[in-house]
Each structure stands twice: as structure tokens, then as C-alpha cells.
């Protein structure tokens, strides 16, 4: 493992340069350590620590075989009795076993397995070519290929709204009793406001151990703000109201797109820099309503190293019309659920949003669990846009064909 820098003015030489030591950066690195092991990699990142500070989760169902064996190598938490959902007229559970990731056992896992030298934190790149990448501090790694993994920039050519989230990993002052995840308990306030106006709200539990758990409030909001102190306020309260007190020891705050439209060519235009890749969020791969990503950076992950374990010649420009296919591949795939995005945020007002999830979890187990994986069928399609409507039918038909609501370029706060 490492933890060095390039000396200023420094060359090195490598088959790949990875930009971008988050989820999709970390993965790729460690799909390339797998699957093509000749291959001379750097990853690259800003931070000191791969991954952030951040906890993934994900449904078994979500991933393939060859996915699921990449996760393997990382230590999860696992449920298999089902999770919950909760909302004002009902409660259910559901069968599909959950995982989730901790980021700090990301990077000792990745730092702990990927060759010594190849990754480099505190480290930023200034300017990314066909050819390598020039460093912040001057140096320069000269590559083969390059592939961009850094974090998702908003564009005024996206439309769509935010999923607003802070987290807390409380140790509980006595074992807490609960077995399975809550994914999604909406029978929390909807009228309180958020930021400039009101949201959707629910809150997400995860039981870590017999006494610790993680909490978080989640908002999808219509700008990208985060206003801390009232979310860590309104978290503590639903830990009091729930018997779930304790010490806080970690927690974590993210602003994520939640996109319902948009033109992806436009999107591209501003992204491209001649022979150089894209993946990860910034090149579109996550999922347009739910804003999952972690399923679609180990299937990209898997298929770039895919690639280059079968065709070693691929060259950076070949690569980078690769992962330009599979984005816009994936755009496309994720249509219908750019749809539903437009009914959540235009058909309903934001506290009312609630009706229009509380319709779509009441319908059956396997067509909400195609739904998470990205991968509902006409008959699931048909299925969550007929019958009796949660909203207007008269706004319902406008969302429907809407282009949607311009997604904030504003940085978010």
C-alpha cells in the first residue's frame, strides 16, 4: 500500500491514471488489480482517505454475480430477514436482504490490497489530458489513459431537484431490539420547513450492532442546501422518540442530484476532454430517483477492467468512447425513472410528495425491488403509472411530459 506524492516536476509512467479515489475510483482501482494484474495503475485523490465520509448501501438484488464478488472484499453489514417501510397509512416489510459499507473500511481495505505506490492521497490534479495529468503542485504522470472519476458537477442543461441528507452513527445507551433496516420511515413530520420551503422527508435506520445504530434525515428538496443544525436537531429527536439515545460517534452530510431530465449530449459536451474517460456519478452513472450509485460503479468498474484484461491495446482515446457508449447507454436506460422524478417534484406540492411514495411502496415486493435495481419491466411500468392517481390527474399529465425543473447550478451549501 501507499501513501506517497509525486516529487515536484516529477514524471511517472503508467498504463492507467485514475482521477478520483471515491466510490468509483476505488473500485475501478481494485477491478484493475483483479482482473488485469500487468496493469501499472495510479489512483489519485484530493482527501486523505478514499471514500470520503460516507456509508453505502445497497440491495442484494441490485448487482450481478461478478458485482457482488467485487463487494466481497470489503466487510458489510448484512441483513437478510427484509427491511421496512413506514408511512402515515401503513407499515410493511419486505423480503429483499440489504447491505451496507462503511467508507472508512473502504480505504483500509483498498489501501491494505492495492499495490504499493499506486495510491496517491492529498494529491490534485490541475489538468487532465489524453496523456496523463498534470498535479497541482506541477509534477507530472504521463499515461496511456486516463479516466475521470471525480465527483458530479450540476449543469444547467439537468433538470430536477436534491436529496438533502445527514447522518448519525449513534452508540446507543442500551441494545436498541431491531433487526432489520427501516428504509424508508415517512410517518415523520411533512409540513416542517426545510432550507426555503417545505420537502419531502423520511428517515433511514440502520441497526450496525445490538447497540449501535444509523440515522438519517433525508429531504428531497427542491434547492442544495444543507442546513446542518437542523437536521442534526431533528436526528437526535426522532433517536429520543424511538428509544435509539446515545453517544454520536460519526456522522456524515450529502447533497445528491435527484435528476428528472435534461440534454445528456449537452452535459457531455461540457464534460469531454479529447481522450480521456468518464465515469462514476460524473458521467451520469447512478440512479435518476433514488440516487444509488453503488450498483452502476461496480458493474462500470467491472466492465472497464473487462476491457483491458481482453483488449490490452485499447488505447485512451478507445476508452474513452467506451465509457461514453456505456453513459449514454445508461441515460437512456433510466428514462422511465426520470419520469417519476417529474411526478414526485411537479405533480405534488413538497410537503404532499409522501402520497406519491406511499402509493408506489404499497405495490408488490419484486416489482419495488426491480424498481431499485434499475431494471422494472414494461409490466412494472404500466403498474406504477395506472390506477387511481396520488396526485392531480390535470398536474400528473403536466409532470408527465414536463422537461422538468432546471437542477440548480448553485454550489451546493
Known amino acids: 500500500m501507499s501513501d506517497s506524492k509525486a516529487e515536484t516536476g516529477a514524471k511517472t509512467e503508467a498504463d492507467v491514471v485514475i482521477v478520483g479515489g471515491g466510490l468509483a475510483g476505488g473500485l475501478l482501482a481494485l477491478a484493475l ?68 459499507m462503511a467508507s472508512e473500511d473502504f480505504h483500509k481495505v483498498l489501501m491494505a490490497t492495492l499495490p504499493q505506490g499506486s495510491v496517491r492521497l492529498g494529491t490534485s490534479a490541475r489538468e487532465l489530458d489524453a496523456n496523463g495529468v498534470t498535479l497541482e503542485d506541477g509534477s507530472r504522470i504521463d499515461a496511456k489513459r486516463v479516466i475521470d472519476c471525480r465527483t458530479f458537477t450540476s449543469s444547467e442543461n439537468l433538470a430536477g431537484g436534491w436529496q438533502v441528507f445527514l447522518g448519525q452513527h449513534i452508540r446507543t445507551d442500551q441494545p436498541h431490539g431491531l433487526t432489520r433496516p427501516v428504509i424508508m420511515d415517512a410517518t415523520v413530520d411533512q409540513v416542517a420547513p426545510y432550507g426555503n420551503g417545505a420537502a419531502y422527508r423520511f428517515v433511514y435506520v440502520l441497526p450496525l450492532a445490538e447497540d449501535e445504530v444509523f440515522i438519517e434525515d433525508t429531504y428531497y428538496a427542491d434547492h442544495a442546501k444543507m442546513d446542518k443544525d437542523q437536521l442534526w436537531s431533528r436526528t437526535q429527536n426522532y433517536a429520543r422518540a424511538n428509544g435509539l439515545t446515545g453517544e454520536v460517534i460519526g456522522h456524515e452530510t450529502g447533497i445528491l442530484p435527484v435528476v428528472s431530465g435534461g440534454n445528456f449530449d449537452a452535459v457531455l459536451d461540457e464534460l469531454r476532454i479529447p481522450g480521456v474517460a468518464i465515469a462514476g456519478s460524473r458521467g451520469g452513472f447512478s440512479h435518476p430517483l433514488t440516487s444509488y450509485t453503488l450498483p452502476f460503479a461496480a458493474d462500470n468498474a467491472l466492465a472497464i477492467a473487462d476491457l483491458l484484461a481482453r483488449a490490452p491495446e485499447t488505447t485512451g482515446e478507445d476508452l474513452a468512447r467506451f465509457c461514453e457508449t456505456r453513459a449514454r447507454a445508461h441515460w437512456q436506460s433510466m428514462s422511465f425513472y ?24 404499497g405495490l408488490s415486493g419484486p416489482l419495488v425491488e426491480r424498481f431499485y435495481a434499475g431494471d422494472s419491466s414494461l409490466a412494472d411500468k404500466v403498474r406504477i403509472l395506472t390506477g387511481k392517481p396520488p396526485v392531480a390527474i390535470t398536474r400528473a399529465m403536466r409532470a408527465l411530459f414536463s422537461p422538468g425543473i432546471p437542477l440548480s447550478t448553485e454550489k451546493p451549501a
Do not use: K
Open 338 to 361: 426520470r419520469t417519476l422524478v417529474r411526478m414526485l417534484f411537479e405533480a405534488a406540492d413538497p410537503e404532499q410528495r409522501v402520497v406519491v411514495l406511499q402509493r408506489f411502496y
Open 33 to 100: 488489480h483483479n482482473r488485469v494484474p500487468d496493469c501499472r495503475f495510479v489512483l489519485l485523490d484530493a482527501g486523505d482517505s478514499l471514500g470520503g465520509n460516507h456509508r453505502w448501501s445497497w440491495f442484494t438484488s441490485d448487482l450481478e454475480d461478478a458485482a457482488t464478488d467485487l463487494l466481497s472484499a470489503f466487510p458489510l453489514n448484512a441483513w437478510d430477514e427484509g427491511y421496512e417501510i413506514h408511512f402515515p397509512r401503513y407499515g410493511r416489510t419486505l423480503p429483499t436482504s440489504y447491505r451496507s
